[in-house]
């Protein structure tokens, strides 16, 4: 069984650990009224934090898979009765989890819906796509070329979708307000 290793939780560990930080410190610091003035509508923010949920997951699946090929740390491939197990499965898993909770009305941002939900499955949405996008050349070709030239196209299609989301983000207003906070002059009384 993979999940009762202890190097199966590493990678999950590590992502959830980033967006959970990041979490506390837009809602225990100033950034709480900056994020709520610049995300009024649920729409954005679920964007915003599906991008999140992407970007970060991209950052650390690329790192884990960088240190399993050159032997670097605890990390190493994840197997069940001698077929390696390659990370789009986790990440199809979570989509079709999210897909899910989405058809049963949880977390859709809809007015009757929990925020924590919410937010939640926008994140999770950005893990999933992440997860799947870094081996579309696998699904491609139909084999395993992740290390190979043809892998370059995972490279791609993580930028196509990344972008998509940025584009739908626009994000912008929420940077803009947190650098005035940050240069915000105080003025001397």
């Known amino acids: 069984m993979p999940w009762m290793h202890r190097g199966f939780w590493i990678g999950p560990l590590i992502i959830a650990s980033i967006l959970g930080l990041l979490a506390l410190l837009v809602a225990r610091t100033r950034l709480r009224s900056i994020y709520k003035q610049q995300f009024p509508e649920t729409r954005r923010e679920r964007l915003f934090l599906a991008s999140v949920g992407f970007f970060t997951t991209a950052a650390v699946i690329r790192g884990i898979t960088i240190a399993i090929h050159n032997n670097i740390g605890p990390f190493h491939d994840i197997s069940m009765r001698g077929r390696h197990i390659h990370h789009l499965v986790w990440g199809i898993l979570l989509l079709l989890l999210v897909g899910y ?3 049963s009305e949880i977390g859709t941002g809809g007015p009757s819906c929990f925020h924590v939900a919410d937010r939640l499955t926008s994140m999770l949405y950005g893990v999933a796509a992440a997860l799947t996008l870094d081996e579309f050349a696998l699904w491609l070709n139909l084999s395993d070329v992740y290390w190979q030239r043809e892998g370059r196209e ?17 994000g912008g207003p929420f940077l803009k307000g947190v650098v005035l906070h940050v240069f915000r002059r105080e003025t001397p009384q």
């Open 101 to 103: 909770s989405w058809l």
């Open 154 to 170: 995972s490279y791609e299609a993580m930028a196509l979708f990344g972008g998509l989301l940025g584009i739908g983000l626009f």
